[in-house]
């Protein structure tokens, strides 16, 4: 069965830290995708990546930068975290770019 | 550029009674069509997806969806709720060719009363 696994779950950064969040996939999807959730909004595309050592621009990248080492594991880096950037945080992969996209259990990131 | 609306926030329902939820996409093209299901601390589960063909797609759980090219529509149906069915339901359009992003709704809170 397809799998998407997230790290850590949850976490708790101070304003100005740098966070990192890492997710995996055993799925052997080319794309991989970071999506922001805000309380009460669908999800917005920070981040994807259709191929390893190579990242995309979504709709909201700013502060936010992204890393695709490998097929399986694509990171999200945050270098200076800001109160706004308190949310769920998403990583999905997909077969390709039109496919259905396979979710991750999400991280829950408070920026303090 | 590809948008979706769900007109609905919360949508409140009694154990038993039918469902719709209302999906209305914007794009000049061919859509291809989803609808997710988040429970709540989980990530989102496809429910169904439109790529072509029979405009009435079946889902799991007894869920279906059809899509109205004339309406630009795909909403949720289900013929009987469960109290377990009370989640966020998110639909969502990618195009069939070009830019193939995936846009989300905003979701509609959906609540089952026993």
């Known amino acids: 069965e397809a799998a998407v696994t997230q790290s850590p779950r949850s976490k708790v950064a101070v304003t100005g830290g740098k966070v990192t969040l890492s997710c995996h996939q055993t799925?052997?999807?080319?794309?991989m995708y970071w999506y922001r959730q805000d309380t009460g909004h669908g999800l917005r595309l920070i981040h994807y990546?259709?191929?390893?050592?190579?990242?995309e621009k979504g709709d909201i990248p700013d502060g936010y930068k992204a890393s695709r080492p490998s097929q399986e594991n694509f990171s999200l880096i945050l270098e200076l975290a800001s109160l706004s950037q308190t949310a769920v945080y998403f990583c999905?992969?997909?077969?390709?770019?039109?496919?259905?996209?396979?979710f991750g259990p999400g991280t829950r990131l408070t920026v303090l | 550029a590809q948008s979706v609306t769900q007109p609905d926030a919360r949508v409140t329902v009694s154990e038993g009674a039918s469902l719709q939820l209302r999906c209305k996409y914007s794009?000049?093209?061919?859509?291809?069509l989803f609808w997710y299901v988040q429970y709540p601390r989980q990530g989102l589960q496809l429910l169904l997806k439109?790529?072509?063909?029979?405009?009435v797609v079946q889902g799991v759980n007894g869920f279906e969806a059809e899509f109205i090219k004339s309406n630009s529509s795909f909403h949720l149906r289900k013929a009987s709720v469960h109290w377990s069915d009370s989640a966020v339901y998110f639909c969502a359009v990618s195009a069939s060719s070009g830019s193939w992003q995936l846009i989300f709704g905003s979701g509609t809170q959906l609540t089952v009363m026993p």
């Open positions: 439109y790529y072509s063909g029979d405009p």
């Open positions: 990546s259709y191929v390893a050592d190579s990242t």
């Open positions: 999905a992969s997909s077969g390709d770019g039109y496919a259905e996209q396979f």
């Open positions: 794009y000049s093209g061919t859509p291809y």
């Open positions: 799925n052997n999807h080319d794309y």
